[in-house]
């Protein structure tokens, strides 16, 4: 059973910064794509970035291309989604997903946390 838990969301004013982190339970978490997601208030489900098993491919949504940066530790299961220049219309919930193809970027993903809050202020 794979399980995601992200946290590091929260409430920051418009033009701030915050890192997520998403930590997945298996050992065999290196071989994973991840991706992030997020989905606000009478919205669709939008994908955000993606990242391939190595770190060395990324991919991401051209509302957040430059302003976000995904990482992962693989010594400790996490992803990373760092978070700059932060707008109103970012606020959502942001998703980590995993899946157990190498890459995946915008495609489906088979495993999914709960999800954490980001609201911006303006």
């Known amino acids: 059973q794979v399980q995601l838990v992200e946290s590091g969301g929260g409430l920051v004013q418009a033009g701030g910064s915050l890192r997520l982190s998403c930590v997945v339970s298996?050992?065999?978490?290196?071989?994973?794509?991840m991706g992030w997601f997020r989905q606000a208030p009478g919205k669709e489900r939008e994908f955000v970035a993606g990242?391939?098993?190595?770190?060395?491919?990324?991919d991401y949504a051209d509302s957040v291309k430059g302003r976000f940066t995904t990482s992962r530790d693989n010594a400790k299961n996490t992803v990373y989604l760092q978070m700059n220049s932060l707008k109103p219309e970012d606020t959502a919930v942001y998703y980590c997903?995993?899946?157990?193809?190498?890459?995946?970027?915008?495609?489906?993903?088979?495993?999914w946390g709960q999800g954490t809050q980001v609201t911006v202020s303006s």
């Open positions: 997903a995993a899946d157990r193809r190498s890459w995946v970027a915008r495609g489906s993903y088979e495993y």
């Open positions: 298996g050992r065999t978490f290196s071989r994973y794509a």
């Open positions: 990242l391939n098993w190595s770190g060395g491919s990324t």
